[in-house]
């Protein structure tokens, strides 16, 4: 069990970061101080209080990252309630099927969102509130919530006469082993499960997040990928709340321009992205200089080479802020090519590895340490690891791992939590891979990805799909297996192409060379057979995997 209490961490960080900065909503400018964002969990409190909302009640929650999003999930988990974040991008089918099946009582929305939701399909939600200004939007039959808000500031001078100070922050007595998130995944295989988190589990990331000293009191930090997903909730939220940092909410979608804009203006100190935005900026700004006859032959060049590194690195550094001390990047693997050159620029990047039921770190390296084709070391002290193959060093197997981080199980799904569970109580995670002697993390692929080949080899698609990507006009890539052989469904970058003046009825000839090229560099069982064109970009999951089974059948 960690030591440090969930809640109290937090109860401990606004008294002392009472007058920093906390979280400022990019695109708007408005910025709420620690002590703007306790007052306002007090306030959320009282209605807790008033509706008679009790420990262990569940809170739906909904809506772009915004500050007030960051302050409803803060004052939940505070309240000893539990908090259910939605990822956004999920139907209104889906939404209305997790807020049933966590059984929420209140639900906090985003005004756009909660037109697409249909009033009679969650009616057992008591209260809807909106997320622009914490307005009632629907009280259920019986409720006199709308009443209660109007009288709140009466309220709030009822219970603190002297107005709300830091003295009067005190939260939940709540012990780690109690469920305090129900993160509902957003995997690739079209099936969403309630994870349950404790608050052993977020401490655990919490305090690993601070003791590698990632970010610190005062420091920025830029958040462009979605809260309700564990990755960007630790690292771009509880971890900056807990050490007092400042973090800045884009609010809208990370296009290379909008986001290197933002980087130049907010000059984070830490930045946490995926592999797909890392890429696309490299794509962007780095490929074309190193597509120039004149860089090639430089390159080859001894002495010459690693002044042009050093200039690419600093440009490259510049264009993220340049103050940053590492960017992390996870949520799915990064394309090969595109980690080897930032390796051999030194640039300062690392590459960890989670997953939402261990909220979601395992394992990390400081950029210092990080070696190529790893993810990290096992987290110390927390977590533990081990490789489902006879030989975990050499031969592929499950990675299944246990420790302090690893869920408690699926919310009312006793069948998928005992499938995901080994009978000495490892989890799972459905990745397939190495370990080193220091206990480093390589991964292949996924246990439900990998095909198998016709005499019997294992084909892991995510490693040729890094090589394809490398081709000439690929934006990304897909592999699926059609009758038997390997097939690519390419989506083209389509502004390369045009901004170079190839036609597009062009096209299919360029991807049979570029699919003559890229069996040269496969193994003969993993040859493709064939490159078909996509006409739109894959659909994918908000940390941007690809959802692999809407094309399985392609």
Avoid at 265 to 290: A, C, F, S, W
Avoid at 293 to 300: C, P
Avoid at 355 to 370: F, K
Wanted: some cysteine; hydrophobic content about 40%; overall charge negative.
């Amino acid at each position: 069990m960690i030591q440090e209490n969930f809640i109290k961490i937090y109860e401990k960080s606004f008294k002392k970061n009472w007058e920093l900065p906390a979280l400022t909503d990019y695109s708007k400018g408005t910025t709420f101080s620690f002590a703007d964002v306790a007052k306002e969990i007090a306030r959320i409190h009282i209605l807790f209080e008033e509706c008679q909302i009790r420990r262990g009640d569940k809170i739906a929650l909904i809506g772009k990252d915004s500050a007030r999003w960051c302050i409803v999930y803060m004052a939940a988990v505070t309240y000893g309630a539990i908090i259910v974040p939605i990822l956004q991008d999920f139907s209104p089918n889906d939404v209305h099927h997790i807020i049933n099946h966590s059984e929420s009582v209140f639900l906090f929305v985003s005004d756009r969102i909660w037109d697409t939701l249909e009033e009679e399909m969650i009616e057992d939600v008591r209260g809807v509130f909106s997320l622009s200004d914490f307005r009632c939007l629907h009280q259920r039959d019986g409720e006199s919530i709308q009443k209660l808000l109007k009288g709140m500031d009466e309220k709030m001078a009822e219970k603190y006469p002297d107005g709300f100070g830091k003295d009067d922050i005190e939260y939940a007595e709540l012990d780690n082993d109690k469920v305090v998130l129900l993160n509902y995944t957003s995997g690739t295989t079209g099936f969403s499960k309630g994870v349950m988190l404790t608050g052993n589990n977020l401490a655990g990331n919490v305090m690993y997040g601070i003791e590698l000293g990632v970010l610190y009191r005062g420091e920025r930090e830029l958040c462009f990928l979605p809260l309700a997903h564990a990755y960007s909730c630790a690292f771009n939220f509880l971890v900056p709340m807990a050490v007092g940092a400042h973090v800045y909410l884009l609010g809208k979608v990370p296009s290379p321009k909008i986001l290197l804009k933002a980087f130049e203006e907010v000059k984070p100190n830490l930045i946490l992205t995926v592999p797909l935005i890392l890429e696309k900026i490299y794509k962007k700004m780095i490929l074309p200089q190193l597509s120039k006859t004149t860089m090639k032959v430089a390159l080859n060049i001894p002495l010459l080479d690693s002044r042009i590194y050093a200039q690419i690195r600093k440009k490259l550094v510049d264009a993220f802020g340049g103050r940053f001390r590492e960017v992390i990047v996870g949520g799915a693997a990064m394309n090969e090519e595109v980690t080897n050159f930032l390796y051999k620029i030194k640039f300062p990047f690392t590459i960890g590895y989670g997953m939402t039921e261990c909220g979601p770190l395992i394992s990390y390296d400081h950029n210092d340490e990080y070696v190529p084709g790893s993810c990290g070391q096992i987290l110390k002290g927390i977590m533990k690891v081990r490789i489902d193959s006879e030989d975990p060093y050499n031969k592929v197997g499950e990675i299944q791992v246990s420790g302090e981080n690893v869920m408690k199980g699926y919310y009312k799904n006793e069948e998928a939590t005992s499938k995901v569970f080994t009978e000495d109580g490892w989890l799972r995670t459905g990745d397939l891979g190495t370990i080193d002697a220091d206990n480093r993390i390589y991964i292949r692929g996924r246990s439900k990805t990998m095909i198998l080949g016709a005499s019997g080899q294992n084909i892991y698609p995510e490693e040729i799909e890094s090589k394809l990507n490398n081709l000439p006009f690929v934006m990304e890539s897909i592999i699926i297996e059609k009758n038997g052989k390997l097939v690519g469904l390419v989506y083209p970058d389509y502004d390369t192409v045009d901004s170079t003046g190839i036609s597009h009825e062009d096209l299919p000839i360029i991807m049979e060379q570029n699919r003559i090229e890229l069996n040269k560099l496969l193994a003969p069982y993993e040859a493709v057979s064939a490159l078909q064109l996509y006409p739109t970009e894959f659909e994918k999951t908000p940390k941007k995997s690809i959802k692999r089974y809407l094309y399985s059948n392609y």
